[in-house]
């Protein structure tokens, strides 16, 4: 069975530019949240999206966006890059919105110079 | 606000030493505790699902445990190939919080042989 998928792999962008990252959760998984990873840090939330409406949101500023598609595989786009938005950003996928676990996809690297 | 604190921050293990971390967290009402096994650049992998002070989940070297207020991962007689970031994650109850997992800041532990 297929796990979660991002693309791309990597990414090095310039400041102020505008980035898209892609997300296809695993089969019959309705929930896809993302997550941002800096070195030494855990994860820290950003997005869950459940069946195609957005259920929760970080604290990240409105530069960061996401959305859903019917197929149930997501994007996260950010606008106006900063040096800080380096960082690897983690899907997951899980059943359910609720109390089960999630799995993560191999995440997408992003530089930003 | 909700807090998850890892403990120690790297540990040095030689192989077959047994050890144990630590995941301490405050949270208004426990939906789950999740652990994960995290490779440098890659995703965190999926472990354990704690729900309930007393629950015990085992898998090969690995044993989770959960109280009210820690959970601890047992590594016993660890090989070289346990070395990795052991990540710590809690989701809380209340419709505010959604799917939202808080991590911890990991564990890195290095299994010499």
């Known amino acids: 069975d297929a796990g979660v998928t991002q693309s791309p792999t990597h990414l090095i962008k310039t400041r102020g530019q505008h980035v898209t990252l892609r997300c296809s959760p695993i089969?019959?998984?309705?929930?896809v949240s993302w997550y941002q990873q800096v070195l030494g840090q855990g994860p820290q939330f950003i997005f869950q999206?459940?069946?195609?409406?957005?259920?929760g949101r970080g604290n990240f500023p409105d530069r960061f966006s996401a959305r859903q598609f019917p197929n149930y595989s997501s994007e996260l786009n950010v606008n106006a890059l900063l040096l800080g938005d380096s960082a690897l950003y983690l899907c997951?996928?899980?059943?359910?919105?609720?109390?089960?676990?999630?799995?993560f996809g191999p995440g997408t690297r992003l530089t930003v110079l | 606000e909700d807090q998850v604190t890892q403990s120690p921050e790297a540990l040095r293990l030689q192989e077959g030493e047994s050890s144990s971390l630590n995941c301490s967290y405050t949270v208004s009402g426990l939906r789950g505790l999740f652990w994960y096994r995290q490779d440098p650049g890659k995703g965190p992998e999926f472990l354990f699902t704690?729900?309930?002070a007393g629950e015990e989940k085992e898998k090969e070297r690995l044993k989770a445990t959960l109280t009210k207020k820690e959970s601890f991962l047992h590594i016993t007689a660890p090989k070289p190939e346990d070395s990795a970031t052991y990540l710590c994650a809690v989701q809380a109850g209340g419709t505010d919080s959604w799917g939202k997992l808080q991590f911890g800041a990991g564990t890195q532990v290095v299994v010499t042989p």
């Open positions: 704690l729900y309930s």
């Open positions: 089969s019959g998984h309705k929930s």
């Open positions: 999206y459940y069946e195609k409406e957005e259920r």
């Open positions: 997951a996928s899980s059943f359910l919105a609720l109390g089960n676990e999630q799995f």
